[in-house]
């Protein structure tokens, strides 16, 4: 079983609607977790961070948290052509030091 | 130059070559990581270096050297490489704790080897 799950995808959905990614994992142990998003031909961009469980919300994006279900959530409201792109969750637990650990990311098309 | 710079950003060589790989950050990090990316895969940890010592080594086949002068430069010397070696190479960097604070990624460079 991997550490971390996550859909590959696509997920195709029309300009304006809300998009919503997930990951889930096994280590309890995780309390920081990250979504990158990654355009075609570069590298990740840090997108949203969230410490423990709950919610954080910019702008048209809201990250949620649940460690009881081991469980996050990337949600995109009125979502862009713009948002395409492929979404990777990542997470680490205080004893891991610089070790992140990925999923193997969503790719997302937003169609006009 | 700010952020995380990767040179070259395209590479085809062929199984016999010997060829680098660069990467430099402006970021006042300590810590910096090479990662593999190919089609359908998870991010692969290769290497990471903390104040330019390694501190990790995920098990990567020697054809794949890695080499840290400062907190600033890190490279990849690739020699002898395997058509299944293709794949996009990615240089991050962070503050030492990456894991707590997340990391910069620089744009990659794909790699073909023929």
């Known amino acids: 079983q991997k550490e971390v799950e996550q859909d590959p995808g696509p997920l195709s959905v029309p300009e304006g609607a809300i998009v919503s990614l997930n990951c889930t994992y096994s280590?309890?142990?995780?309390?920081?977790f990250m979504w990158y998003r990654q355009y075609s031909r570069k590298g990740p961009e840090l997108l949203m961070y969230?410490?423990?469980?709950g919610n954080k919300e910019d702008g048209r994006f809201t990250a949620q948290v649940d460690k009881s279900s081991k469980y996050i959530s990337l949600f995109i409201r009125d979502s862009q052509p713009s948002d395409s792109a492929t979404y990777l969750c990542a997470m680490s637990d205080k004893a891991a030091g610089n070790k992140l650990t990925f999923g193997g990311g969503t790719r997302v098309l937003v169609k006009p | 130059e700010t952020g995380v710079t990767q040179t070259p950003r395209h590479l085809v060589m062929g199984m016999t070559n010997k060829k680098s790989l660069k990467c430099e950050q402006h970021l006042g990090h300590n810590a910096m990581y090479w990662y593999k990316q190919s089609a359908k895969k998870p991010l692969e940890l290769m290497f990471v270096y903390n104040f330019k010592e390694q501190t990790e080594n995920n098990s990567v086949p020697s054809r794949f050297s890695p080499e840290c002068p400062n907190s600033s430069h890190l490279f990849l010397h690739l020699h002898t490489l395997q058509p299944e070696d293709s794949a996009l190479y990615l240089c991050?960097?962070?503050?030492?704790?990456?894991?707590?604070?997340?990391?910069?990624f620089g744009s990659g460079t794909r790699l073909t080897v023929v």
């Open positions: 969230t410490y423990s469980s």
């Open positions: 991050a960097s962070s503050q030492v704790g990456g894991g707590t604070y997340g990391y910069t």
């Open positions: 280590n309890s142990a995780f309390q920081y």
